[in-house]
């Protein structure tokens, strides 16, 4: 009788420490889980129970993005700047955060993000460098967004958007002929871009060329 008391107590025991050791873990995919259905405060509600007790990076980042997919940007900026103590030279981190920046309208804490991790002597990939060049850009530093269009136009990816973001932030800074050649060079490999086209009769408008501006309007209209 006592033997089979003591197993019953030892099995209780050692499922209280199972369920002890194991809860964050079952939290974490129950944020998972909401995450994944769009039930993004719910899913923040079992992230925050899982940081809890987890040290792991992931549990963070995808509370932050429970924040900004619900417009919580106070809560987010918390989060990513505990993670990015944790991980400076997390580049994906960073973009989130300037992201969040961004759309807030304060590149002035998103650029530090970016220069002091060029600072360590790490290079941005393709994303990074375009989008390092809006933020610039956003912070009226034309000259500082310039060079970073032209590295993220190396890649394939990158070089249509990277090209007429250029070309339309000259536009805007007067420089009307670096704008116009830079949109007919777009043109020139794209010639479907209605983007590019449309930005250019703009520009070759306000540059006083308005034949050419109205024969490119006239091709914007023929086509559907």
């Known amino acids: 009788m006592k ?17 002890q050791l194991n809860w964050p873990w079952v ?13 993004y405060l719910d899913a923040a509600a ?13 549990v963070l980042e995808h509370l932050a993005k429970c924040w900004l997919a619900t417009d919580r940007a ?9 993670l990015l103590e944790q991980q400076p030279q997390d580049l994906s981190i960073i973009k989130l955060l300037a992201g969040l920046y961004q759309k807030t309208r304060q590149p002035e804490k998103a650029i530090p993000l970016f ?10 990939d393709p994303s990074a460098q375009l989008q390092l060049a809006r933020i610039y850009r956003q912070a009226s530093l034309y000259d500082d967004a310039a ?16 090209e ?24 020139a490999a794209e010639p479907a871009n209605r983007r590019a086209r449309l930005n250019l009769a703009r520009v070759l408008s306000w540059a006083g060329y308005y034949k050419e501006s109205e024969d490119e309007y006239r091709r914007l209209l023929a086509k559907p």
């Open 3 to 19: 033997l089979a008391l003591y197993i019953s107590l030892v099995a209780l025991a050692v499922s209280l420490l199972f369920r």
């Open 27 to 39: 939290a974490f995919r129950q944020g998972e889980t909401a995450f994944d259905n769009g039930h």
């Open 46 to 58: 079992s992230y925050e129970r899982a940081a809890q007790k987890l040290n792991d990076p992931r």
């Open 74 to 82: 106070d809560k987010a900026e918390t989060v990513l700047s505990r």
């Open 115 to 124: 220069t002091g991790y060029l600072a360590l002597d790490r290079k941005l």
């Open 147 to 162: 060079p970073y269009y032209l590295q993220a136009a190396e890649d394939p990816k990158q070089r249509t958007v990277a």
């Open 164 to 187: 007429v973001e250029l070309a339309d932030m000259r536009s805007w800074q007067g420089r009307y002929d670096e704008a116009v050649q830079r949109f007919r060079q777009v043109l």
